[in-house]
């Protein structure tokens, strides 16, 4: 009987180890309106949103207690609702639930869990499924291109190799420090694709920055040369000790055109959505855009 128990102990214990190297997604409903229109359903338990988030966050901690590498995606009820039907499932069951998450938001945006608190977490995957979405709409402005009628190449391929061009010479052409781009391109039905990228750049060496914040910037970047929609780059420059320095471009026939100190100072002292001033913040100075060398058509 003790070797029994012994060999079950055993099984028992090789069952939780290899619980332990089984990832898991959690998809979170992350704003009020996702939660309200998941009450409809009667399986679902939760009265308030804040009481939820709570009981989301202690489920993540649990699993990292148990060295479970957790992922969390979004869950948008809208996409369920479609995905239910589309599978002929039930939607008011966790189950049905459960397989959602497994399928499709699983294969969304995620962020991984490394015990940041929920209130934190949540914008970094806002803005993460944001910037995706950003990417596979400037992706598909590329793809809809075509060929060029006079030199017969892709537009989207030669439109996104001129981007990575500027994005290369216009970060050797401001310098050191630690940069922060906004790129914005103005797309269809007058709303804004935005991309932003964060890249420090020392003494020596190239800079260095996140690849695929850098895709989605040049994909957004190459989507305005390519369609010739107006468009432009705003970067701010940080040096230790130093005072913040901002400069613009303005993006004009397929290359990045350096705006004046007055244009950089009314850009970013303008309330993008009323058209009002706003003060310029203290210890930032507005300087004119650098000039960026164009290619001459052979790729770096």
């Known amino acids: 009987m003790a070797h029994a128990r012994n060999g079950g102990n055993r099984q028992l214990t090789a069952r939780r180890a290899l ?3 089984v990832p898991s997604t959690v998809a ?20 308030d949103h804040a009481t939820y988030l709570r009981q989301m966050e202690g489920l993540l901690r649990t699993l990292t207690r148990q060295g479970t590498h957790t992922s969390v995606a979004l869950f948008d009820p809208v996409g369920y609702e479609e995905f239910c039907a589309g599978a002929h499932l039930d939607p008011d069951t966790p189950a049905s639930r459960t397989r959602y998450t497994a399928e499709v938001a699983a294969a969304g945006t995620k962020v ?5 608190p929920i209130r934190r977490l949540l914008p970094q995957l806002i803005d993460e499924a944001e910037q995706r979405a950003t990417w596979e709409y400037a992706s598909s402005v590329l793809t809809r291109g075509g060929d060029c009628a006079a030199c ?8 996104f190799a001129r981007a990575t061009q500027a994005l290369r010479r216009l970060l050797r052409a401001v310098g050191p420090g630690a940069h922060h781009l906004v790129c914005s ?6 709303i804004p694709l935005v991309a932003v990228l964060h890249a420090a750049h020392g003494e ?11 895709l989605v910037f040049c994909t957004v970047l190459a989507a305005g040369i390519a369609t010739g929609r107006p468009g432009g780059v705003v970067l701010r420059t940080s040096v230790p000790g130093g005072r913040d320095t901002v400069r613009g471009w303005s993006l004009r026939d397929g290359w990045p055109r350096p705006l004046s100190e007055a244009e950089v100072f009314a850009a970013y002292c303008t309330d993008a959505r009323t058209g009002d001033p706003v003060p310029p913040e203290p210890g930032v100075d507005y300087r004119a855009g650098l000039p960026v060398a164009e290619p001459d058509g052979g790729e770096e």
Not at 28 to 47: G, I, P, Q, S, W
Not at 204 to 214: C, K, Q, S, Y
């Open 185 to 190: 391109v103005q797309a269809e039905g007058d």
């Open 204 to 214: 020596d060496g190239p800079p260095r920055l996140d690849e695929a914040a850098a």
């Open 152 to 159: 017969g190449e892709d537009t989207g391929r030669s439109a």
């Open 19 to 21: 619980r332990r190297e």
């Open 28 to 47: 979170v409903l992350a704003d009020e309106a996702d939660f309200a229109a998941m009450r409809r359903y009667d399986t679902f338990h939760f009265d």
């Open 112 to 116: 991984a869990y490394e015990g940041q």
